[in-house]
């Protein structure tokens, strides 16, 4: 599927927009159990998908939405965590970002997945007002299964939202 939304034609690779942060994790980013407070995460997450969200559209954007903040492993004092972000589908002037968060034990090299999300975002223009963008060119497998299934996260997104503004 095309993105027909986006009325300029341009396009740009998922790649072009990647982003990636490693961190390691210090007993102040930490909760009583010596795992990373999901707060801490979620910033770092939501970081990583606005540079993504940025480099796609080149203009100032904004989050309007997290979905399916995944927490699948834990994340441990001596950790890296690498945050790594991409964009999988646009719509006119929404941006949605793939956001996983992955562990490294730095004494092994083992890697687990530990938190998966979606962020979207709107890119806005010079004058503050929301702004086309291009659509996405997945090139990858992982790229082409998410952007096969974005249009479907985003009419459910928009059915959340209308029915939440009681317009269902």
Known sequence: MTNEMASTGNKKR??????????????????????????????YMDKVAAISAMRHSRTAVVTVSTDSI????????????IVESFVTWTHRSSIEVYVKAVTENL?????????????VFVALGDDGRPTVVPGVIPETEEEQELYITGRD????????????????
């Open 153 to 168: 996260r985003y009419l459910l997104r928009r059915k959340r939202i209308d029915e939440r503004k009681g317009h269902s």
């Open 14 to 43: 998922a790649s072009e927009s990647r982003a990636i942060l490693t961190e390691i994790v210090f007993p102040s980013d930490t909760n009583h159990l010596q795992t990373m407070f999901g707060g801490i995460v979620m910033e």
């Open 107 to 119: 004494k092994t090299g083992v890697r687990n997945t530990a938190v998966t999300a979606f962020f």
């Open 70 to 81: 995944d927490f699948v492993a834990p994340i441990r004092v001596g950790d890296a965590i």
